[in-house]
């Protein structure tokens, strides 16, 4: 069979990904915290035909004679920019400006640690500080944050994430701090669905710090962080996508009339 034919198959495979990346970049626009993935190939392997040679007294060096056997997938890439800020004026709406992910727990389990970028908390019926799903959210000692009416009577949070509040009996309390967690490589966090983002071989261990500290970034009350998805961008790359995969459909065809018209020459 053609070489060209197996590497349009290729070609139409890594464009499929391209599309479901695309796609679900596409999804999650209105996502808080969402951070994009970005596709990148690479060249598949190259069959020699010749080799190089050397220059010698009557003749010039030659070039190695390669054909190339289509392209594969290289990565897919978290793309960790910071995204604009959407103001909703709810004290427990919070976004970090600049590095830095908030860091959740499932019960006390030091293995079930996630990080998010989606500062959309709650308070539960114990005066638990919780993320949507009921995780809890850490502070920078490592414990649950608990901010009960039967403690404070109004409380709010600064750009450090030190939680602020007028004790019950008109006392100023000040006795937590909203953890900020750090990466040495961000882009290494691996997703696991629900907004969270769980350390990897190769994002390096987290760096536990608290806000405006270790190069973390300052926590906003009141905004949440948007995705930073962009949708002109986005189409513009569905574009591109498209048309690969149609040029790779047309190689197929291509070589398949070729073939048609080798099986044609036995008559």
Do not use: W
């Not at 930073?228 to 459909?249: K, P, W, Y």
């Amino acid at each position: 069979m053609l070489r060209s034919m197996y590497s349009g198959i290729s070609g139409m495979k890594n464009f499929q990904t391209k599309l479901d990346v695309i796609g679900n970049n596409i999804a999650n626009v209105n996502t808080y915290g969402f951070k994009k993935g970005r596709v990148t190939f690479k060249d598949a392997i190259s069959q020699s035909i010749s080799g190089a040679s050397g220059a010698g007294t009557n003749r010039g060096g030659t070039n190695p004679t390669q054909v190339g056997l289509g392209s594969t997938l290289s990565t897919i890439d978290i793309v960790d920019t910071q995204s604009s800020m959407q103001t909703t004026g709810r004290p427990l709406d919070l976004a970090i400006d600049g590095d830095g992910y908030f860091a959740v727990q499932e019960g006390t389990d030091p293995n079930k640690i996630y990080y998010t970028r989606a500062g959309n908390f709650y308070l539960d019926e114990k005066g638990n500080l919780v993320n949507g799903d009921g995780l809890f959210v850490l502070d920078d000692a490592g414990n649950h944050i608990t901010i009960s009416a039967d403690d404070y009577a109004s409380f709010s949070i600064d750009s450090n994430g030190v939680i602020s509040g007028v004790a019950n009996e008109g006392k100023t309390v000040t006795d937590k701090t909203i953890r900020i967690t750090k990466f040495n490589n961000p882009a290494g966090l691996t997703k696991v669905g629900g907004n969270l983002f769980q350390k990897s071989n190769n994002s390096g261990d987290p760096i536990d710090a608290k806000a405006n500290d270790k190069g973390c970034g300052s926590v906003n009350a009141g905004y949440l962080e948007m995705s930073n998805v962009d949708l002109s961008e986005e189409f513009t790359e569905m574009i591109v996508a498209q048309r690969g995969f149609q040029a790779n459909t047309r190689i197929i065809t291509t070589s398949d009339e070729i073939l048609q018209e080798l099986i044609n020459l036995k008559r």
